[in-house]
């Protein structure tokens, strides 16, 4: 209804805007989050390894 009412400007800008306060939302929510440091061949071996699965 925004494209029908207010026109293509408003229509686009709206979710456009919305996704830059989405980013900026997760941008700052950064440190915040669970920093795991890669674990390499281990972490295949004990994600395709049989031992768990009976």
């Known amino acids: ?3 029908e009412w207010y026109g293509p400007h408003l229509a686009f ?3 456009g805007v ?3 306060l ?3 939302v997760f ?3 950064r ?5 795991v440091p890669p674990g ?3 972490f295949l ?3 395709f390894s049989p031992v768990g699965l009976t």
Do not use: C, S, Y
């Open 13 to 15: 800008g709206v979710p």
């Open 31 to 35: 440190n915040r989050f669970i920093h």
């Open 40 to 42: 390499g061949k281990k």
């Open 22 to 24: 989405a980013t900026v």
């Open 18 to 20: 919305l996704m830059v």
């Open 45 to 47: 071996r004990e994600t």
């Open 1 to 3: 209804w925004l494209l």
């Open 27 to 29: 941008w700052m929510g």
